[in-house]
C-alpha cells in the first residue's frame, strides 16, 4: 500500500494490498497550472540542458507516461533502478508522479511523501543524447535526479555514465519506503543468484497483487552462459510466470516438477510492459541462474 500524505509511518490497520490511487482530477490541475506557468514570457526552467526541447514537449511527454506508465524509459543511460521504481509510482500513483516531476522542473526538487530529491547542478545541466545513446528529457529528470541525489561520491551527469547509475537492492527498497509504501521486502543478492524458488516465490507475490522488482543478468537475452554472469538490469513484473507451450501458471507443483518446464516472464523494462525476458526459451532451472532475487512492494 502506498501512502498519499507524509506521515513518517504505516499504519497498523493499512490493508495488505497496495492502494491503486489514481487521482487524474489532480494530475490534470497540476499539468493546467505548469501550462500556464510555462506560458510566461520570463519562464526559466531549473534544469539548462542543451536539446531538451520545448516546455511544450515535456507536458505532452509527461502526460502520456501518466496514460502509459510504461514509456518511462532509461534508454541507453544505466538508470534501471530508477525507471523501475518510478514505473510503479506512475502505475499506482500518478499525482504522485506528475507532482514529483513538475517540482523538479520548476525549481530542482522534488519529493515523494518522504522521498526527497534534490539533484546537482551537474544532473540539471546534464547531456541526455550524445552519439546514439539518448534519453527523453522528462524521464532524465525523473530519473537521473532520483539516482543523482543518491550518490555521494559520482554526479550523474550523463547519458553515458555507468557507475554513478548503478542501483543497489538495499537503495531501491529505501526509495519504496521513503515513498510510502508499507509492505517492502528486499531478498536479492549482487553476488548469488537466487535459484527456481525464489523466483516462483516472487510470481506468487505478484499474483498476490504486489509490485516485483526483479535483480536479472542482461545475459539471460542472449544465452549461451557467459562465463562470469553477474546482476545487471532491474525489470518489474508485468504479467504472469507461465510455464510450457500452454503458458499454465500452476504454482502449487514441487520446485523439482517445475525445473526442467520453458518459462515465459513478461516485464516492464525499457519503454515497454509487455518485453519477454527470456527469449531463448530457457527452462525455469537455467534462467535461475540469471536471476539474483527481487525487491517486491505491497
Known amino acids: 500500500m502506498i501512502r498519499t500524505s507524509s506521515a513518517s509511518t504505516c499504519s497498523p490497520h493499512v490493508s495488505p494490498t497496495r492502494l491503486i490511487n489514481r487521482d487524474l482530477s489532480t494530475v490534470n490541475t497540476l499539468l493546467t497550472e505548469l501550462q500556464i506557468k510555462v506560458s510566461s514570457a520570463n519562464f526559466k526552467p531549473a534544469f539548462q540542458i542543451t536539446n531538451s526541447g520545448t516546455p511544450q514537449q515535456f507536458i505532452s511527454d509527461l502526460t502520456a507516461r501518466v496514460k502509459q506508465p510504461w514509456l518511462i524509459n532509461q534508454s541507453a543511460a544505466s538508470l534501471c533502478g530508477p525507471a523501475a521504481f518510478m514505473y510503479c509510482i506512475a502505475k499506482d500513483a500518478p499525482n504522485l508522479y506528475v507532482k514529483y516531476v513538475i517540482d523538479l522542473y520548476l525549481s530542482g526538487k522534488g519529493s515523494i511523501n518522504n522521498l526527497h530529491v534534490e539533484p546537482s547542478e551537474d544532473c540539471r545541466k546534464g547531456i541526455i543524447s550524445s552519439g546514439k545513446s539518448s534519453i527523453a528529457f522528462v524521464d532524465w529528470i525523473a ?8 550518490n555521494s561520491l559520482f554526479d550523474y551527469q550523463s547519458v553515458t555514465d555507468q557507475v554513478g547509475g548503478i542501483t543497489l ?4 527498497a529505501k526509495w519504496f519506503k521513503l515513498a510510502g509504501y508499507c509492505n517492502v521486502n528486499s531478498s536479492a543478492s549482487i553476488v548469488w543468484s537466487q535459484g527456481p524458488k ?11 497483487n504486489k509490485n516485483v522488482c526483479l535483480f536479472v543478468s542482461g545475459k539471460s537475452l542472449n544465452s549461451p552462459f557467459a562465463v562470469k554472469i553477474f546482476p545487471s538490469h532491474w525489470v518489474v513484473m508485468s504479467d504472469h510466470l507461465a510455464f510450457g507451450d500452454s503458458f499454465h501458471k500452476d504454482y502449487s507443483k514441487k520446485i523439482e516438477d517445475l525445473k526442467k518446464e520453458t518459462i515465459s516472464l513478461p516485464v516492464y523494462t525499457w519503454g515497454s510492459e509487455k518485453r519477454e525476458w527470456n527469449p531463448q526459451h530457457l527452462s525455469l532451472d537455467d534462467f535461475s541462474s540469471y536471476y539474483f532475487g527481487s525487491v517486491t512492494v505491497g
Open 198 to 208: 525464489h523466483l516462483v516465490d516472487a510470481a506468487i507475490s505478484y499474483q498476490n
Open 143 to 150: 530519473l537521473a535526479s532520483l539516482r543523482d541525489s543518491e
Open 169 to 172: 537492492p538495499g537503495i531501491l
